[in-house]
């Protein structure tokens, strides 16, 4: 299921495994560590693996009761009946397209062998599929995540992004690439849903937490929404592509929390420092371009940023940013 229909939480041997990985992940130092890197690879590898005797074990348990009567050994040689010559023959028999010592006798056992022969053929193919496609998904991610940090000059900064377009005389200049983050989110979403396992991998890095992309999305619309509402001139006609990004970045959120978060986080203050210091920069550079209120901005922005700070900084917490 997590091949043919990759979707977040679906297959449960694949939701076990998940769970479990994240149990102990979240139970140990790992995650504060710089081996928190090898999480992704060691889950993907545990998840192969899985299928894999998964798969070995139900052939073998198929096999085993035509041991000695529908499979044979070659020549005159008795065949040891026990459950491990079935585990022999299943694993020989998925992993190679052909029979060894043992063959089968009876046209049951043959179709069975061509069955597994082809499931096993299948199994890699799909195997090889899965891991190129996780990896082609998971370099979009970081590129998306370094076009984050240039836009705001390596800081993490919000303002540092917003302040050329604020205080500018065109404010369009900001639609496209708004549009474009919005975009970029949307893609992220859906790479996140079909291969879950893109949750578990994470970086030493800090540009590449998925918790500093959502930061700074949701800071961004959660900025612009409050200086439209508070009355900035410049904000006021952005007010689609800030409700894209802002929706895609809630979306995004929301489903992280709702399948990846276990321990939902009792410390969320809200830094309202960002939405004091934009307000000065605003009035400094372009004071027609300032809200009107300040009190009433900031008071917007905090309310705004309670829909998604407790979430976000679960997130955080969950993953040792």
């Not at 889950?43 to 085993?64: F, H, M, N, P, Y």
């Not at 918790?211 to 961004?220: G, N, P």
């Not at 802002?246 to 399948?259: F, G, I, P, V, Y």
């Not at 203050?269 to 371009?289: C, G, H, M």
Request: charged residues 15%; glycine residues 6%.
């Amino acid at each position: 299921m997590a091949v043919l229909h990759p979707r977040a939480v679906v297959g449960p041997v694949t939701t076990i495994i998940n769970r479990a990985f994240h149990c102990v992940v979240d139970a140990s130092t790992i995650k504060h560590s710089r081996w928190v890197v090898f999480t992704g690879p060691v889950l993907i590898t545990v998840q192969v693996l899985c299928w894999a005797t998964l798969l070995l074990i139900g052939v073998s348990l198929i096999v085993w009761p035509q041991l000695g009567e529908g499979i044979v050994q070659n020549g005159d040689k008795p065949i040891d009946p026990s459950f491990s010559t079935a585990i022999y023959y299943a694993g020989f028999t998925i992993t190679t397209l052909g029979v060894g010592d043992l063959v089968p006798q009876n046209v049951a056992m043959r179709m069975l062998t061509i069955t597994t022969a082809g499931l096993g053929f299948s199994y890699f193919t799909l195997v090889l599929a899965y891991v190129i496609s996780i990896y082609s998904r998971l370099a979009r991610r970081n590129q998306f995540a370094c076009e984050i940090d240039y836009r705001t000059q390596r800081t993490g900064d919000s303002l540092i992004y917003l302040k050329p377009y604020l205080v500018g005389d065109d404010p369009s200049l900001i639609h496209q690439d708004l549009y474009t983050l919005a975009s970029h989110m949307a893609e992220l979403l859906e790479s996140h849903h079909f291969y879950s396992v893109l949750h578990y991998f994470r970086f030493n890095e800090p540009r590449y937490a998925m918790s500093r992309m959502l930061r700074f999305c949701l800071e961004v619309a959660s900025l612009l929404k409050a200086l439209r509402e508070a009355g900035g001139a410049n904000a006021s006609s952005i007010s689609e592509p800030e409700e894209r990004l802002w929706h895609a970045s809630r979306q995004m959120l929301d489903d992280t929390s709702k399948h990846f978060i276990v321990h939902p986080s009792t410390d969320h203050e809200i830094d309202t420092s960002i939405a004091k210091r934009l307000y000065q920069q605003l009035q400094s550079v372009s004071p027609n371009s300032s809200p009107s209120d300040p009190a009433n901005f900031i008071a917007v922005y905090t309310e705004t940023c309670k829909l998604w700070s407790r979430d976000l900084r679960s997130l955080e917490i969950g993953s040792g940013d």
